[in-house]
């Protein structure tokens, strides 16, 4: 029986610090949607201007947006056309092939997620340590008893 409680014990201690990072994550999401409301953006449109300004090669096309994103691509033309309309990006004809088009964060958009991420890093150099402990145990190889 003591055995039985002891093998128990070890399966909850996994489930417990997954619950713990899981706990974590949420609170600095819970922070992050925040953050944005607080500059009067959705959670998705702060993502979407993240996902602009940090794509690889500084060039995001819808589809490519979309696939940040993980949203339909006619989603993503209905982010682009707010997130437009709100003076925060616009769209671009790739010089490349002028049926691409690329969208680009305005003086706006950049200054607005600017801000975003200063406040973003600050929550993340506090939640760093926990996030840090909390993955180095849940990548401990378990020891069998």
């Known amino acids: 029986m003591a055995k039985a409680r002891s093998k128990a014990a070890s399966g909850n201690h ?7 990072f899981r706990y974590a994550l949420r609170q600095f999401l819970r ?6 409301r607080s500059q009067g ?15 690889p090669g500084g ?5 490519e947006l979309a696939e940040r994103l993980q949203i339909r ?14 003076g925060l990006a616009t769209r671009a004809p790739a010089a490349e092939d002028r049926r691409k088009v690329h969208i680009v964060l305005s003086a706006r958009g950049a200054k607005t997620l600017d801000a975003l991420a200063a406040v973003h890093r ?3 150099r ?20």
Not at 14 to 20: G, Q
Request: zero cysteines.
């Open 122 to 124: 600050d929550e993340l």
């Open 59 to 63: 060039q995001i096309t819808i589809g």
């Open 126 to 145: 506090r939640l760093g340590p926990q996030l840090r402990t909390l993955m180095d145990q849940i990548g401990r190889p378990r020891r069998r008893g």
């Open 73 to 86: 691509h006619h989603s993503a033309v209905g982010m682009v056309d707010r997130l437009t309309a709100m």
């Open 31 to 36: 922070f992050s949607e925040q953050a944005a």
């Open 41 to 55: 953006l959705t959670p998705q449109q702060h993502q979407a201007l993240l996902a602009v300004r940090g794509f």
């Open 14 to 20: 996994d489930f417990e610090l997954l619950a713990s």
